[in-house]
């Protein structure tokens, strides 16, 4: 039996002889066990009334699951990708560069080119988001417990991760510029496009993240 089976085993039977979590963590705490052990242990079972200890439900991988949740994050990513290209096309095309002008032809050909893209991968990628967002939105609804998926937990916060850098960088490159005098209406129309589409996946994401503590602390 290792350490923290024999933890978790201890955390079962002092429940049973109505011992409160606040006493079972003290005691823990005061025999040396670390703070996160101690949390793990009495997460093992529900703060549910019963006269016997319930096992929590524990983190799941399904393949269902999986092939879901990629296909979701896939979609959001090349819908953020594209969708931020597409504005930088129209930005582009307002305010055109004195370089570009020489080249009119060629940036204009490489213009409607890039945009061709960016709406056709729209079309496909968005709509495909946006029906398996609500279909597991749905599931989650009914079924609380499927919030204990890993695949879900850890895409949420890959991606979490990657709007955080995204945002981090946006604000350094414009810090940067302005520091060397290089700002213009073209250029913060382009940072504001970045901070506004990784900011609302940064924004919605953590308001998910915040909801799957507030469910496990309920």
Not at 26 to 44: I, P, R
Not at 46 to 74: E, G, N, Q
Not at 193 to 205: D, E, F, P, R
């Amino acid at each position: 039996m290792t350490p923290n089976e024999a933890l978790v085993i201890f955390v079962r039977d002092a429940l049973q002889h109505g011992m409160s979590r606040e006493q079972i963590s003290d005691v823990l705490h005061q025999a040396g066990w670390e703070s996160g052990q101690v949390t793990a242990a009495l997460g093992a079972y529900a703060d549910v009334p019963c006269p016997i200890p319930v096992p929590a439900p524990k983190p799941y991988l399904s393949a269902r699951d999986t092939f879901l949740y990629l296909l979701m994050f896939m979609t959001l990513y090349l819908s953020a990708y594209h969708f931020g290209s597409l504005l930088f096309a129209f930005i582009d095309r307002a305010f055109p560069d004195v370089s570009e002008l020489r080249s009119a032809g060629q940036f204009n050909v490489a213009m409607r080119e890039g945009i061709r893209w960016s709406v056709a991968t729209l079309v496909v990628a968005l709509p495909i988001f946006l029906a398996v967002s609500v279909k597991l939105s749905l599931e989650l609804k009914r079924d609380p417990g499927k919030r204990a998926s890993k695949v879900r937990k850890w895409l949420t916060y890959a991606t979490l991760f990657v709007a955080s850098v995204t945002v981090i960088t946006d604000i350094t490159v414009l810090i940067a510029n302005f520091l060397g005098g290089g700002l213009t209406i073209r250029f913060l129309m382009k940072v504001a496009t970045v901070a506004l589409i990784a900011g609302t996946v940064l924004g919605y994401y953590s308001f998910d993240v915040r909801s799957d503590e507030k469910q496990e602390r309920a």
